[in-house]
């Protein structure tokens, strides 16, 4: 089976040009099952499974306690795999064929109100290098709704102040072209004009958000740099890099965006993915009526 993972994860990485952190996800799926499967047969194979093995796999993963989104996306691996295999003639059928998820319930993304991201944005000291990059991150990423991948896979040739846009490959390899608004754009250059070669310490770096090494900023790292700043401000919302997306997005449609232009720039391939987000305007517009009508 090392063969067949090997060149399943090789058909991800070049005919699907999914993402390293995605092709990771695919993999730790599919070892954790042929572990799962190999306690009761050590000399498993992967192409060997049936569709028991895998209905049995799944009940074993909801008897533990895991969320339905996590066993949907273990199901959404399997399944890749032996559509893989089937079509390389590795099978003779697809053990996943009309094997059922679990239902998952669309749960209502958490956002911050436009004034505690102002809050949030105006929170970094401006005085100091670190301030200043946390400061055009923040804003950056409240601006453009990216993905925490994207932000700090950002490199300085894919931002374009004068035009006012920048480039980023989202999942797939997809290529989308965004619009920076005048808030990021000054705290852009102010990072770029007084903060970031005092970050790089000589190590001709390309990437555009360094870290106190000079090295590029990682998830990790933003994203604990967040949590601390929320925390200072006494936020009790549970704040990461995807609420500031999902608050970009909610504030556009609360302001008249329609919902392709949001689509387009959160890269979204299925509209129906960025409709969630009128869920959340409806259900502002419901506590403002309840609020503010005098027969609600």
Known sequence: MTDWLTRFMEYLSVERGLSP??????????ETFREWMRKTNAAFLMEQATRKDITAYLLALREAGRASST??????????????????????ADPTLNVEGPKIEKRLPKVLSVDEVKDLLQAPDLTTA??????????????TGLRVSELVSIGLADVNLNAGFLKCVGKGSKERIIPVGEFAKVALLAYLESARAHLERNQQSDALFLNHLGQPMSRQGFWKILKRYAKNLHIVKDITPHTLRHSFATHLLERGADLRSVQEMLGHADISTTQ?????????????????????
Not at 21 to 30: A, I, K, M, P, V
Not at 130 to 143: N, S, T
């Open 21 to 30: 952190n995605t092709r990771e996800s695919y993999q730790r799926d599919l």
């Open 71 to 92: 066993i949907s996306r273990n199901l959404a691996s399997l399944r890749s795999l032996y559509q893989f295999l089937f079509k390389e003639s590795a099978i003779a």
């Open 130 to 143: 670190v301030g200043l990059r946390d400061r055009a991150m923040l804003e950056l990423l409240y601006a």
């Open 276 to 296: 969630i987000y009128t869920h959340v305007t409806h259900g502002r517009l419901r506590e403002m009526y309840a609020a503010a009508h005098p027969r609600a």
